[in-house]
């Protein structure tokens, strides 16, 4: 008899342990409706495709499923199938059964998407490398243009219908732009007014209702404002800046004129209520309309950045209590940092030329002025010329990856501005300073010829610096919408080779 309880003990813990966070939903009797992740399951029994990958060499695409039934993305599929070519995330999948797989969002009523149909971008399978309980694995790193949406839905919250929403986001991530979302939007892809939506909005817009300090801040996208608490115009106290590498955030709106706001640390502790209280004024009854959008806003306001692990949508006003379950669940998963890059590193405060692929002689990637060009420089060049293409390694300037300070004018970085490179500092008014530190960030990725670099954008990470037919440098793709996009030529372009500096 011990034995047998002994036995029922140990299957119960199992099962606990392995529960997922929609095992916890559906328990509690609100369940999941949507259930996105490009990391792991969010559901124990669940063994179903996590993401789709499309490669640029053919366009082909294939699944990414978990390692085991409920367990964490198989990353290392993902790896031989993008081995030197780019990969985008084209597909996130529905794990709720409700068939709500997120692709690329098409053109709203704020903006047109820059691809073929007007579409917006998707997301570079490698922008964002995180670790989950010791695995490899892939999150959605989202940028400018970048987005996913599905208007035609099943199960989710319309009208005045309750719902819970989290999301895993990376709190270190993000922008003052409109509006990096995830949940419930408008199926027309406009701005159809307060109450429309309900979404959980991460980055550090102040919005109709901000929180405390410069943000980020947790907030509702409930349409045609941002709400970190119900005073329009006045700041919630209780609402904090929260940046934690690795950020919980949830919202969720109930039957009644009852709403919440709650985050914390998707590694360790618990989850704090930053709001919980009646809705602003005149946004009761809400009028859902039951899309669901991620990385944008209802109208396809594309301006913001933002990084995305994991996250569901329930149908019911889940209990706090419930969530704290899925909180700790989320803690026992594991996330955490690795290296970000995978190509040939680099020594910072080494003096660097980099070499071109493909061409005759030895030609690099040089300035003259802040104009960057390939230039063919030799032993027999001048010392000027050789300087014009030797930059000193650096630490990223804005804390990942590296950054390429020109010798002969220190202070000068490589960076990109609209997708071509220039060596510039990071006060010039012309180019957008205040996204010059990511902008003049750089990853290392094995050349897509098989040997030296590629080096890519860490803001715009599906793009790599590549060297067009006259010479300029932008940062491109192995096709795609714009001239330094094309896929004819992209391998031998986009490779380089780190050369010990000439100067
Ligand atoms: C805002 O919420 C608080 C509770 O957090 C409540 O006391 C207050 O009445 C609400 N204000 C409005 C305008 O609904
Ligand atoms: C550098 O740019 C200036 C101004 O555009 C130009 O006059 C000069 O010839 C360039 N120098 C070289 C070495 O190309």
């Known amino acids: 008899m011990s034995q047998l309880l002994h036995a029922l003990a140990a299957l119960l813990t199992v099962s606990l342990v392995a529960a997922g966070p929609c095992d916890i939903y559906n328990a509690g009797g609100y369940p999941c409706v949507a259930a996105h992740s490009t990391t792991r399951s969010l559901l124990n029994s669940y063994n179903g495709p996590l993401y789709q990958v499309t490669r640029g060499s053919d366009g082909k695409s294939t699944n990414i ?29 529905d794990q709720s059964g409700k068939g709500n797989d997120l692709s690329a969002a098409p053109s709203g009523g704020a903006a047109s998407g820059p691809v073929s149909g007007g579409y917006d971008f998707v997301a570079s399978a490698i922008g964002a490398r995180v670790k989950v309980g010791g695995h490899e694995a892939y999150g959605v790193f989202t940028t400018l243009a970048t987005g996913y949406r599905r208007d035609n839905t ?7 219908q309750p719902e819970g929403i989290y999301a895993v986001v990376d709190g270190t991530h993000y922008n003052g ?29 102040r919005g109709t209702a901000a929180g405390t300090g410069n943000g980020p801040w947790i907030q509702a996208d409930l349409e045609n404002g941002l709400f970190a608490g119900n005073q329009s115009g006045s700041v919630n106290p209780n609402s904090p800046s929260i940046n934690y590498r690795f950020t919980t955030g949830i919202v969720k ?97 080494s003096a660097v030329s980099l070499q071109a692929s493909g061409l005759s002689g030895q030609q690099y990637i040089g300035h003259n002025g802040s104009s960057v060009s390939i230039m063919p420089v030799s032993s027999s060049s001048s010392e000027t010329q050789k300087q014009d293409v030797t930059f000193t390694v650096r630490s990223g300037n804005n804390g990942h990856c590296f950054s390429f300070e020109a010798v002969n004018s ?35 990725e094995p050349g897509f010829t098989g040997s030296g ?14 060297r067009v037919s006259d010479g300029d440098v932008y940062i491109g793709t192995q096709g795609g919408p714009f001239a330094w996009d094309s896929a004819t030529n992209f391998v031998q372009q986009a490779t380089f080779t780190a050369r010990n500096g000439l100067a």
């Open 154 to 160: 099943n199960g989710i919250a319309t009208g005045n």
């Open 410 to 444: 220190p202070g000068s970085f490589i960076r990109h501005y609209a997708y071509q490179l220039y060596v510039d500092n990071s006060d010039n008014q012309q180019r957008s300073p205040s996204t010059f530190a990511d902008d003049s960030t750089f990853c290392p």
């Open 253 to 349: 709106g109930a039957q009644s004129n009852l709403w919440s706001i709650r985050g914390g640390n998707a590694q360790s502790g618990s989850l704090s209520t930053f709001f919980r209280g009646p809705r602003p004024a005149g946004y009761y009854p809400m009028n859902k309309e039951g899309a669901i959008i991620l990385g944008i806003g209802g109208d396809n306001s594309d301006g913001a950045q933002g990084t995305f692990y994991e996250g569901v949508m329930t149908t019911g006003f889940p209990s706090d209590e419930v969530e704290n379950q899925v909180q700790a669940n989320i803690v026992a998963a594991g996330y955490a940092t690795t290296n970000e890059y995978s190509g040939p590193a680099l020594t910072v405060g």
């Open 453 to 466: 670099s590629a080096f890519r954008s860490w803001s715009y990470p599906t793009r790599f610096f590549r």
């Open 177 to 205: 732009n409109c509006c990096w979302d995830y949940g419930n939007a408008e199926t027309n892809n406009r701005d159809n007014g307060a109450t429309h939506m309900e979404a959980l909005y991460f980055g550090s817009a």
């Open 65 to 93: 499923y978990p390692l085991s039934t409920g367990g964490v993305a198989n990353a290392a599929t993902q790896d031989s199938f993008c081995k030197l070519t780019t990969c985008l995330i084209t597909v996130i999948y």
